[in-house]
T-cell receptor, first 112, second 109 residues
C-alpha cells in the first residue's frame, strides 16, 4: 500500500511569489491535514480537509489556502510568499475518527 | 481541545528504558492518546495509540491511568537510532489535531 506522497520534495521561491504544494493521501483516506514546521520547531496546524471541504484552519493568514479534490488529494497554496514561510510543509491523512495520522515526507519550501 | 504538556528534552544511554510522560488535564471522554516519533526533515511516524489502561506493541508500551489526565510512553532498551522528537497527541477524530511541542530524546552511547 502506497503511503502519503507529497510533491515537490523541495521548492525554492522568491519573496512575493506563489507556491503550490501537493499531497496524495493513502487510498481510502478521506481526511487530509496540512502542517507547517519551521526549522527546529514543532508542527503548526494549518488546514484540515475532509470529504472535499475545509473543516478547520489554524492561525495562519488568508494567503495560506488550499483545497481537496474529488479523489481526496489536496493542494496547499501560499500566496505572496514571505521569508518566514520557509519551512517543511507536512501533509497527513487518516481514514476516520479515532484513526491514526499517516504523514508524508514533506515539502521543504525555501523562500529567498 | 485538550492541550498537552511534555518535557522539552530527555537524555538516556543505550540499553536503558525511557519513559516520557505527557499531561493532558482536560482530555475529553472520546479523545484518544497517540504518540508519534519524528526524525529531522521527515514526517512524524505513528508509534502507539491508546484510550485507557495499557497498550503494548512491538516497539513501545503506553500506560494510561484511570483518570486519563496523563499518559506515559515507555521505550524499552533504547538505541542510538531512537534519538528523535516524540509527540503526544490527544484528539478526537477531527478538529484541529494540534500537536504539542514534543520531547527531544537524545540517546548516548
Amino acid at each position: 500500500e502506497a503511503g502519503v506522497t507529497q510533491s515537490p520534495t523541495h521548492l525554492i521561491k522568491t519573496r512575493g511569489q506563489q507556491a503550490t504544494l501537493r499531497c496524495s493521501p493513502i487510498s481510502g483516506h478521506t481526511s487530509v491535514y496540512w502542517y507547517q514546521q519551521a526549522l527546529g520547531l514543532g508542527l503548526q496546524f494549518l488546514l484540515w480537509y475532509d470529504e472535499g471541504e475545509e473543516r478547520n484552519r489554524g492561525n495562519f493568514p488568508p494567503r495560506f489556502s488550499g483545497r481537496q479534490f474529488p479523489n481526496y488529494s489536496s493542494e496547499l497554496n501560499v500566496n505572496a510568499l514571505e521569508l518566514e514561510d520557509s519551512a517543511l510543509y507536512l501533509c497527513a491523512s487518516k481514514r476516520g475518527e479515532g484513526e491514526k495520522l499517516f504523514f508524508g515526507s514533506g515539502t521543504q519550501l525555501s523562500v529567498l | 481541545l485538550a492541550k498537552t504538556t511534555q518535557p522539552i528534552s530527555m537524555d538516556s544511554y543505550e540499553g536503558q528504558e525511557v519513559n516520557i510522560t505527557c499531561s493532558h488535564n482536560n482530555i475529553a471522554t472520546n479523545d484518544y492518546i497517540t504518540w508519534y516519533q519524528q526524525f529531522p526533515s521527515q514526517g512524524p511516524r505513528f508509534i502507539i495509540q491508546g484510550y485507557k489502561t495499557k497498550v503494548t506493541n512491538e516497539v513501545a508500551s503506553l500506560f494510561i491511568p484511570a483518570d486519563r489526565k496523563s499518559s506515559t510512553l515507555s521505550l524499552p532498551r533504547v538505541s542510538l537510532s531512537d534519538t528523535a522528537v516524540y509527540y503526544c497527541l490527544v484528539a478526537t477524530g477531527g478538529f484541529k489535531t494540534i500537536f504539542g511541542a514534543g520531547t527531544r530524546l537524545f540517546v548516548k552511547a
